[in-house]
């Protein structure tokens, strides 16, 4: 089984070094390496599933979480103010970049994650998630703050695509509304 104490505390080290981001991608890469491992190490962590009951590490430097979506699943589109690693470790994980230059989100780009693949998002990144499988997917996402209370984020309303502040229940609503849609 994977030692998320030993990835967590590995990842703390790595705030302390000059290029946190990419001292942590590598410690996603083994993480993920290891599916089985990884998976076993969440489900005995954690209970429930929304997005705070996945963590196993939140505090106001580093928020370390397992994100599993369903089938279809949809994020209203978001950004961080902070950055990110995520690593997916079974089924796919499809994210859309955007620029907010204009009055609404423009997409400027997109990546789908598979398993074993690694994205770093950058603090200014702006992004949506899919699972375009019809199975579930893993991932480990590592943020670089505290992603429940960071100030400042910002979510985009799916209807109006208005900017919102971020707030993690709605965030939750939203990707309830979209998913049903998908
Ligand atoms: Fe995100």
């Known amino acids: 089984m994977v030692d998320l104490d030993k990835f967590i505390a590995d990842c703390r080290a790595a705030l302390k070094t000059r290029d946190p981001a990419s001292v942590v991608e590598k410690l996603v890469q083994d993480v993920i390496a290891d599916p089985k491992g990884l998976d076993a190490a969440f489900a005995a962590r954690t209970r429930g599933n929304s997005l705070k009951d996945r963590m196993v590490c939140n505090d106001e430097e580093l928020t370390v979480l397992q994100v599993a979506t369903a089938p279809g699943l949809r994020s209203p589109i978001h950004n961080h103010c902070m950055w990110a690693v995520i690593g997916v470790y079974d089924g796919e994980e499809h994210n859309r970049f955007y620029s907010d230059a204009g009055p609404k989100p423009e997409q400027i780009g997109e990546q789908l994650l598979k398993v074993g693949d690694i994205c770093r998002l950058t603090a200014d990144t702006i992004h949506a998630i899919q699972n375009p499988l019809p199975t579930r ?38 990707t309830r509304e979209l998913s049903e849609l998908a």
């Open 137 to 174: 997917s893993s991932a480990i996402h590592v943020y670089g703050g505290n992603l429940v209370t960071r100030e400042g984020r910002s979510m985009w309303n799916p209807r109006s695509l208005e900017r919102e502040d971020y707030e993690i229940e709605q965030l939750s609503r939203y």
